[in-house]
């Protein structure tokens, strides 16, 4: 079982940077896809990055591709989402959650949800 827990939101003018970090515990960390959602105020839940347990695969929303990056670092048990050239509509609360499946293709197949970090991008 793992448990993350995230870091690194703050207010941040738009064009600005911003790395989250999500730490987890637990010894399966390796095998386990690690994504970042995150959810505006009055929305749902939506997808932002996938990374495969290796690192060797990723995968963006349409929104954040080009801007966002995700790796991991499994000596660490740790993933990370670098944001750069931030939007407004970037503001969000980011979770991380971790998945048994290589390739999860739905939430529903993440699980190990922390409690999440605010981003805010101001105009």
């Known amino acids: 079982q793992v448990q993350t827990v995230e870091s690194g939101g703050g207010l941040v003018q738009a064009g600005g940077s911003l790395r989250l970090s999500c730490a987890a515990s637990g010894r399966t960390f390796s095998r386990h896809t690690m994504g970042w959602f995150r959810q505006a105020p009055g929305k749902e839940r939506e997808f932002v990055a996938t990374?495969?347990?290796?690192?060797?695969?990723?995968y963006y929303a349409d929104s954040v591709k080009g801007r966002f990056t995700i790796s991991r670092d499994n000596a660490k048990n740790t993933v990370y989402l670098q944001m750069n050239s931030l939007k407004p509509e970037d503001t969000a609360v980011y979770y991380c959650?971790?998945?048994?499946?290589?390739?999860?293709?739905?939430?529903?197949?993440?699980?190990?949800w922390g409690q999440g970090t605010q981003v805010t991008v101001s105009s």
């Open positions: 990374i495969t347990y290796t690192g060797g695969t990723t």
């Open positions: 959650a971790a998945s048994p499946l290589v390739v999860p293709r739905l939430e529903a197949d993440f699980g190990s």
